[in-house]
């Protein structure tokens, strides 16, 4: 092969490979693609559980979710969705509330708010938490950005009082907010050693397969709701 063709060949090796790491991250229906229709972009809101501690990049919830929303996951007629990670390790709801302009960006169809779990192994005052979830819920509103509120529930070890203020956070902001609800975030592994990863805390492959299959519902909700919200705009 003559120089010149083996650099055209290396580079469209290298754009093919380019264009098969980009394309998981947005799915969607034949119809959808036809039609040239803006991908709904879904942003993940959230700390390590979100951002895949301890997993490979394919094993994390952000990727999980995207296989099972192109597997059957998603209605067929449904619009293109882009599934955006912004979880970082060790945020808090205060955290959280601090980087929220600009982990959500402008264009911003739906966000899932995965945060609290670090307020309550730390022992974060329930109140504190509250008021910096439901700020962040309250800006997301007032710009018109439906919302999955991820709930999440204080560790026995931290006393009975404190786990009763801090449980009951995530339905009442969902409620005051009209935020689609998944009581849970770790429904089904928290406390399942086969489930996590050797600290105990982490979700392992398995286990975020668990967490997947049960926000799912919740998801196609919210979903639903930013399509509905862009058809009316």
């Known amino acids: 092969m003559k120089p010149a063709r083996r650099v055209v060949a290396a580079l469209a090796g290298l754009l093919a490979a380019i264009v098969f790491y980009v394309a998981p991250a947005t799915f969607s229906s034949a119809r959808a693609e036809k039609a040239g229709e803006r991908p709904l972009k879904v942003v993940l809101l959230g700390d390590s559980l979100t951002a895949g501690y301890g997993l490979p990049p394919g094993d994390g919830f ?132 086969s489930l996590n990863q050797a600290d105990g805390m982490h979700p392992n492959a398995a286990g975020v397969r668990v967490i997947v299959r049960g926000i799912l519902p919740r998801v196609e909700e919210l979903i639903a709701r930013a399509a509905a919200r862009r058809d009316r705009s």
């Open 62 to 193: 952000a990727a999980q979710l995207r296989k099972a929303l192109a597997e059957g996951g998603h209605p067929e007629n449904a619009p293109p969705v882009e599934i955006v990670d912004a979880g970082v390790s060790g945020d808090t709801t205060t955290d959280g509330l601090a980087r929220l302009d600009w982990a959500v960006p402008s264009g911003t169809d739906a966000v899932v708010v995965e945060l609290g779990a670090n307020d309550a192994l730390r022992g974060i005052d329930p109140a504190v938490t509250r008021k910096a979830l439901g700020e962040i819920l309250r800006r997301l509103k007032a710009r018109g950005i439906p919302v999955l509120l991820a709930g999440m529930k204080a560790p026995p070890n931290m006393g009975t009082d404190y786990k009763r203020a801090f449980d009951v956070i995530f339905p009442d902001l969902a409620k005051a907010y009209d935020s689609v609800l998944y009581p849970f975030f770790l429904e089904g592994v928290a406390a399942q050693p």
